[in-house]
T-cell receptor, first 115, second 106 residues
Framework: DAGITQSPRHKVTETGTPVTLRCHQTENHRYMYWYRQDPGHGLRLIHYSYGVKDTDKGEVSDGYSVSRSKTEDFLLTLESATSSQTSVYFC??????????????FGEGSWLTVV | TQLLEQSPQFLSIQEGENLTVYCNSSSVFSSLQWYRQEPGEGPVLLVTVVTGGEVKKLKRLTFQFGDARKDSSLHITAAQPGDTGLYLCAGGKLTFGQGTILTVHP
C-alpha cells in the first residue's frame, strides 16, 4: 500500500463545467503524476510534479491544469470539461529513499464521465 | 520521444499453457518496469529491471531485460486464470507501452 487516495472515485459532469480531481499521498513522495487511461491508448501522462509548486506538462496536457501547494496533494483541474475528457484518471507517485526514482505506484483511479 | 511497443496486444490461452509478452523500443532505457492491472484498479508494480541482460523471477513469471537495454520480455509458465489481466511495461520518462490483455481460460 503506497498510501495514495484519489477523490472522487466516480463523477458524472456536464460539458463545460469545471472539474477537480484530488490526489492525496501519505508517504512524502517527491514526484506525483496524473495519467489518463483510454482503450487503445494505454496510459498517457497529463502533468507531473517534482515538488511543491513545481509542475510540468506531459504528453496530453491540453485542457488540463494542475496545482501542488503541499507535498501530499496534487490537484488536476479540467477548466471546462469536454466529452473527449471522459476517461479513467490515475494518480501516481514515486521518488523516495527506498525506491528507485523511476518506479511509480498508482492510485485506484477516478472514473470521469462528461455528458 | 521514447516509445515502447508491446506485443501481442491480446492473448487468449488455456490454463497450463506458457506465454511470452514483449516490450520493445529503439531507445535505451536505464530501467524498465512491468505492471499488472486488473479491471477497476490501478496498475500494480511487478518488477523493475535495471541491468542489461538481467533476469528476475517472480514465482511463475520470468522477466528479462535485453543486453542493450532496449527491450524486455515477460514469460509466464503454466498460466492460471488468476494471471488474467492487463500487463504494461514502462520506462524512461514515464512512458508506457499500450499493454497486453491476457485472458487465461480454465
Amino acid at each position: 500500500d503506497a498510501g495514495i487516495t484519489q477523490s472522487p472515485r466516480h463523477k458524472v459532469t456536464e460539458t463545460g463545467t469545471p472539474v477537480t480531481l484530488r490526489c492525496h499521498q501519505t508517504e512524502n513522495h517527491r514526484y506525483m503524476y496524473w495519467y489518463r487511461q483510454d482503450p487503445g491508448h494505454g496510459l498517457r501522462l497529463i502533468h507531473y510534479s517534482y515538488g511543491v509548486k513545481d509542475t510540468d506538462k506531459g504528453e496530453v496536457s491540453d485542457g488540463y491544469s494542475v496545482s501542488r501547494s503541499k507535498t501530499e496533494d496534487f490537484l488536476l483541474t479540467l477548466e471546462s470539461a469536454t466529452s473527449s475528457q471522459t476517461s479513467v484518471y490515475f494518480c501516481a507517485i514515486s521518488g523516495t529513499q527506498k525506491t528507485p526514482g523511476n518506479t511509480i505506484y498508482f492510485g485506484e483511479g477516478s472514473w470521469l464521465t462528461v455528458v | 520521444t521514447q516509445l515502447l511497443e508491446q506485443s501481442p496486444q491480446f492473448l487468449s490461452i488455456q490454463e497450463g499453457e506458457n506465454l511470452t509478452v514483449y516490450c520493445n523500443s529503439s531507445s535505451v532505457f536505464s530501467s524498465l518496469q512491468w505492471y499488472r492491472q486488473e479491471p477497476g484498479e490501478g496498475p500494480v508494480l511487478l518488477v523493475t529491471v535495471v541491468t542489461g541482460g538481467e533476469v528476475k523471477k517472480l514465482k511463475r513469471l520470468t522477466f528479462q531485460f535485453g543486453d542493450a537495454r532496449k527491450d524486455s520480455s515477460l514469460h509466464i509458465t503454466a498460466a492460471q486464470p488468476g494471471d488474467t489481466g492487463l500487463y504494461l511495461c514502462a520506462g524512461g520518462k514515464l512512458t508506457f507501452g499500450q499493454g497486453t490483455i491476457l485472458t487465461v481460460h480454465p
